[in-house]
């Protein structure tokens, strides 16, 4: 491991697993164990879903469009 903290991942483990520059990773630890989990955007079908879901809970909530963009205000500190 480097000073930074660094860790070279051996190019024939990024072969064999599909690993490209540029991927991002979740990291766990847990004992003396590191686990790197590859993080993908979900598909569009997956994301449309999720997104119905939660407009559903929001419409079963009784929040209105101006309660979100009030809620987002408060937390970037604009109120």
Not at 26 to 33: A, H, K, N, S
């Amino acid at each position: 491991m480097s000073s930074k903290g660094q860790v070279v991942i051996p190019n024939a483990v990024r072969d064999a697993l599909g690993l490209q520059s540029g991927m991002q990773f979740v990291v766990v630890g847990q004992g003396d164990c590191v686990i790197l989990k590859t993080i993908k955007p979900p598909d569009m079908t997956d994301f449309n879903l999720l997104i119905r879901k939660a407009r559903e809970q929001a419409r079963i909530a009784g929040l209105k469009r101006s309660d979100i963009a009030e809620a987002i205000a408060q937390v970037r500190g604009r109120k």
